[in-house]
């Protein structure tokens, strides 16, 4: 009676089976990255690529503004030192992206002195990329030449070569009077209203003049220059 009591108590009571492991999980193996743009040189080709976008798009935004044309010839003047020693500007303002106007322009040297006054530039300086320069108009009020160089040295005639490095293209130019003096001319020569169009295509160096009013004549004409020597010139004057 006892040992049955308590055997039934047992099952009663009821007995829970241990739950099995859980089978144990393979470590993952760790994912190599595909996308090999974010390894540490990419990241540092992407650094650098857009620290240029930004340098080329400050750049870009300061060649636009007033005042960038006066900066950048100071710039070159100090940069270039002796090679541009016999050129002076003055009161210079404007963008270097566009264009601008210089009060004065003198060139100076050996004795034969160019003055340019109230000088307005229209260019294109970004087609210089391309191996031209591209100017829109030049215009000038007044452009004195005066020649003081002994007789020795200006007997020496033209250079053998007379070229640039890049192709040149002036759409249209203007001077209100154009002075020339010097030891070799008693009097002063004058042209007023002078206007036209300039090309150097590597080679020749052309000239259209549209007009050009001397004394009390007015005139038209062209010209075209070789670069290189022997210098061959070719010209036609038509008006009266």
Known sequence: MLTGKSSSGAAERGFEAPMPPEPSKKPKNPKKPT???????????????AIIFIAFGTLWWWTGTDGSLAHAIRLAQTCCGAPLQP??????????????HI???????????????????????????????????????????DDQRPASVAAKGPPDALGFPVVVGLDTFSVNLLRLTGTSMPNAFEVSNLSGRYRFDGTHHQLELT?????????????????????????????G
């Open 35 to 49: 996308n090999q743009w974010f390894s540490l040189p990419a990241q540092l080709l992407r650094a650098l690529l």
């Open 103 to 145: 009060n004065e322009l003198v060139w100076l040297q050996d004795g034969l002195r160019v003055q340019a006054s109230d000088v307005s530039v229209k260019w294109q300086p970004w087609s210089l990329l391309q191996g031209t320069l591209k100017l829109d108009s030049l215009a000038a009020t007044s452009v004195d030449i």
């Open 211 to 239: 007009r050009a009013d001397i004394a009390s004549g007015s005139y038209r004409g062209s010209a075209a220059l070789s670069s290189t020597s022997p210098l061959t010139l070719d010209a036609s004057l038509s008006g």
């Open 87 to 100: 050129l002076t500007v003055q009161g210079a303002s404007g963008a270097l992206r566009s264009g601008g």
